[in-house]
């Protein structure tokens, strides 16, 4: 299992307007794909936030091929999608994960 992760920190000014566009547009979106099994929506707790607001979104995908599905055929349009809404308000990396272990 692997998680792909996206940490954005975005502006104040628009961080409401920016959660809300990835909670309704972005995220279902995404989820819309078909290759990942769920998803966590996170802010970051205790860090600074002089420059904005820093969130984690994360995906479950079951597997590196079905991950490089997904960049591939989908990845490009989803950050072209959130670039020109958000162009010059955010600062974002992605990571992927390998799940060594996890529990209930």
């Given at each position: ?40 929506f996170s802010r970051l707790l ?59």
């Amino acid at each position: 299992m692997l998680l792909y992760n996206i940490t954005n920190k975005i502006e104040h000014g628009i961080h409401e307007d920016w959660v809300s566009w990835m909670q309704q547009s972005y995220i279902p979106h995404v989820m819309e794909s078909g290759v990942f099994e769920d998803y966590k929506f996170s802010r970051l707790l205790g860090v600074d936030e002089t420059d904005g607001v820093t969130y984690a979104l994360q995906f479950t995908v079951s597997s590196r091929p079905a991950f490089d599905i997904y960049q591939e055929k989908f990845a490009f349009d989803h950050q072209q999608m959130h670039d020109r809404r958000f162009k010059g308000n955010f600062v974002s990396f992605r990571s992927v994960l390998d799940v060594v272990d996890h529990g209930q």
